[in-house]
């Protein structure tokens, strides 16, 4: 299985970006998928999350409060392929963002910890300016 993240860049305070998570090796709908970053000297945190497709929540979502109303995460998985689409970015939003599957069926909800997750993409870095 393998992840890999893309998307990320250099933005104004207030701009918008749309990462990427394209798997291979895998049915990506099989997996929860979430998103997390990681800012410079600070531990890994959960962003966002979406259940896998086949379960008693389908395409359930969770957000971290401080992305809440500005994050938004998506599937296609024809396409094997998560979104975190990010607007109205803030400087504090600054950080690399790694996408994660997990092969479970629970709800997302449950999953907000790096370590339930079992695959990893390599990160990208998104930069917001004040």
């Known amino acids: 299985v393998q992840l890999q993240a893309s998307g990320g860049g250099l933005v104004q305070s207030g701009g918008s970006l749309r990462l990427s998570c394209i798997a291979s090796?895998?049915?990506?709908?099989?997996?929860?998928i979430g998103w997390f970053r990681q800012a410079p000297g600070k531990e890994r945190e959960f962003v966002a999350g979406?259940?896998?497709?086949?379960?008693?929540?389908?395409?359930?979502?969770d957000y971290a409060d401080s992305v809440k109303g500005r994050f938004t995460i998506s599937r296609d998985d024809a396409k094997r392929t998560a979104y975190l689409q990010m607007n109205n970015l803030k400087p504090e939003d600054t950080a690399v963002y790694f996408c994660?599957?997990?092969?479970?069926?629970?709800?997302?909800?449950?999953?907000?910890?790096?370590?339930?997750?079992?695959?990893w993409g390599q990160g990208t870095q998104v930069t917001v300016s004040s």
């Open positions: 994660a599957a997990a092969f479970t069926f629970s709800s997302i909800r449950y999953y907000t910890s790096s370590s339930q997750y079992n695959y």
């Open positions: 979406i259940s896998r497709s086949v379960s008693r929540n389908p395409g359930n979502t």
């Open positions: 090796g895998v049915t990506l709908g099989d997996y929860a």
